[in-house]
């Protein structure tokens, strides 16, 4: 229990990314979209939810098409499966017809799922957040890019995250978790499980690890172009 604690650590939530790469904002998750469709509309029906809509047409094939970069890389890998590995270093099937990260999805999970948002928007808009209780710390794992940026890959907590995000939290308590990736290096690339063995090259490894850091790379190239203009 202490070397759990020892491990945690305030991260902001401009940093975290799911574990396909997407940002916990409004524009770019089906959670917060939901929680601010539920917000102008308490009544609003399933059917007509965001979550509803991704559970049903968000149905990757394999990784690649999940991170949106299936037209430009060659690599296979499983849904959840990046080149440094999966994020259970225990278990390396997760069945998707089960999973709340996307579809297909059945009816039930995915009112499931809605009931679950809601009802944690609700306890911790009423309640507050307890940072440091049994159930406040959000599990996951950490991307080192070589050019020392950091982003936090949520794994487990994805419902609480976007619930903070949307009450307007700008902090959440993380920490690592035994048995499960800890830290990814981009220096490492070369030793990554799916590079080391062939499966992945090297270029397409990289490309998926900067797809976690996109807005980071996008306003370096903005600012690339404006001192080539100056």
Known sequence: ???????????????????????????????????????????????DTHLY????????????????LKDKCRTSLMVFQNPWGFANLSSQKKNIYNSQFCGPSSDEIIANEFNKIISLYLSIKENCFKYFSRNGVLGGYYLHSTERKKVFVVTQGNHRISVLKYLGHRYVPVYTMKGYLEHVYESQVDSWFAVKNGQ???????RIFHTYFWLWLLVKKIKVKKICFE
């Open 53 to 68: 809509k991704y559970h049903k047409t968000f149905q990757p094939q394999d990784q690649i098409s999940a991170l949106g």
């Open 1 to 47: 229990m202490l070397s759990s604690l020892l491990k945690v650590r305030i991260i902001e939530i401009e940093r975290a990314r799911n574990i396909f790469s997407r940002k916990f904002t409004t524009q770019d998750h089906h959670l917060l979209k939901t929680l601010d469709q539920y917000y102008k509309n308490s009544n609003i029906c399933i059917h």
């Open 200 to 206: 992945c090259s090297r270029v397409d490894a990289l």
